[in-house]
């Protein structure tokens, strides 16, 4: 079975200053981990996701991720927030079926 | 825009009502997958198909059922509605099926409301 726990359900940055979002998962089996967004009033889009490659992965918008099995980690960081950032994010996973399990999303404020 | 088409947008209703959510698929993806977006469920994988077929099944009631047709798009039947069933109601597509790592590309969802 797999599961995902984003801790923190809403995180509040300046603009430029660190976005970390944090996702911590649980999987029986090696995971695909997934980080989505979703602007208000609109669907999920896809900001990056892990396969077993490489285990830094960039993502769209500056984003990127890093897959550490040792914390069973996937966290998302991005070096300098800008106020378009501002939105929902979702982590999940997948194991041996093509199904998401999503974490309970965080919520990401810019001020400026 | 992700390629993925949901209607209608917004369906308000009745409890006791049955509504039917109508997704297309992007072009050439053989699968389908539902998703119900609540408050206090979160974001929950309902169904999915696959060239037709249902290929797996989580936290879908028995009140709800889908089916995609051959054309590839699918619908979302959800009958003698509740309060509860209120929700954002999501369809995702993804080229193949089974490959764990396939992006799945989601449409705007269909927010329902119960009344």
């Known amino acids: 079975a797999q599961s995902v726990t984003q801790l923190g359900s809403h995180v509040s940055v300046s603009e430029g200053a660190l976005v970390l979002l944090r996702c911590n998962y649980s999987s029986s089996v090696p995971p695909y981990l997934f980080w989505y967004v979703q602007y208000p009033n609109q669907g999920l889009q896809l900001l990056l996701k892990y396969t077993s490659a490489a285990t830094l992965v960039k993502g769209i918008n500056g984003f990127e991720a890093e897959f550490k099995k040792s914390e069973t980690s996937f966290h998302l960081t991005k070096p300098s927030a800008h106020m378009s950032d501002a939105a929902e994010y979702f982590c999940a996973v997948s194991g041996n079926t093509d199904k998401l399990i999503f974490g309970t999303g965080t919520r990401l404020q810019v001020f400026p | 825009d992700s390629g993925v088409t949901q209607t209608p947008k917004h369906l308000i209703t009745a409890t006791g009502q049955r509504v039917t959510l109508r997704c297309s698929p992007r072009?050439?993806?053989?699968?389908v997958y539902w998703y119900q977006q609540s408050l206090d469920q979160g974001l929950q994988f309902l169904i999915q198909y696959y060239n037709g077929e249902e290929r797996a099944k989580g936290n879908i009631l028995e009140r709800f059922s889908a089916q995609q047709f051959p054309d590839l798009h699918s619908e979302l039947n959800l009958s003698s509605l509740e309060l509860g069933d209120s929700a954002l109601y999501f369809c995702?597509?993804?080229?193949?099926?089974?490959?764990?790592?396939?992006?799945?590309?989601f449409g705007p969802g269909t927010r329902l409301t119960v009344l």
């Open positions: 995702a597509s993804s080229p193949q099926g089974g490959r764990v790592a396939d992006t799945q590309y």
């Open positions: 072009s050439g993806d053989l699968s």
